[in-house]
């Protein structure tokens, strides 16, 4: 069997078997406390999202606080960018252990799921974390051999 790797428009590549990311998505929510335009700016700038995809939409938070909804929709080049962007800025530690994880970060339709802490995205640090977080969602197209393929291909780039 052919152990190539390749990176294209396509996808990932793993044994003749591709990952092809559809599409993606970035949502996050903005705090009355938080700076927005500060903040839309530094997310943009860390995951190198042009500041014209971000929509906004208002809304009344959990104790009738005014927060924004941000989402920010991506295509399939988009979305393999921003997903091999977080790989590697990922630490080597939380990557193992993603890849030990990774079928909890994927549901039955292909979809991957990350949260990213926003406050030390800002920083410049990618850290996985469930506190007000930036949520990635990737849709990446699974085989006709099913979900185990995709799980190994997931595995195989958050290893390299």
Same mark, same amino acid.
């Given at each position: ?50 500041? %014209? ?5 208002? &809304? !009344? @938070? ?11 929709? +991506? *295509? ?24 030990? %994880? ?5 549901? &039955? !339709? @292909? ?11 800002? +920083? *410049? ?36």
């Amino acid at each position: 069997m052919n152990n190539t790797l390749s990176y294209g428009l396509v996808g990932y590549k793993q044994s003749n078997q591709e990952l092809i990311f559809r599409r993606g998505e970035i949502s996050f929510f903005i705090h009355a406390t938080e700076d927005s335009r500060k903040l839309l700016e530094g997310i943009s700038m860390r995951l190198d999202v042009p500041l %014209e995809m971000f929509e906004q939409k208002k &809304a !009344d @938070g959990h104790f009738g606080n005014p927060i924004q909804i941000t989402k920010v929709h +991506l *295509g399939h080049a988009e979305s393999e960018a921003l997903l091999k962007k977080i790989v590697r800025g990922l630490a080597m530690g939380e990557r193992v252990i993603l890849a030990k %994880e990774i079928e909890n970060h994927l549901d &039955a !339709d @292909g979809n991957l799921y990350l949260r990213l802490d926003k406050q030390e995205l800002l +920083l *410049g640090k990618l850290i996985l974390d469930e506190k007000d977080p930036i949520r990635i969602k990737v849709k990446i197209k699974t085989s006709r051999r099913g979900r185990e393929i995709t799980v190994q291909g997931c595995q195989k780039l958050l290893l390299e």
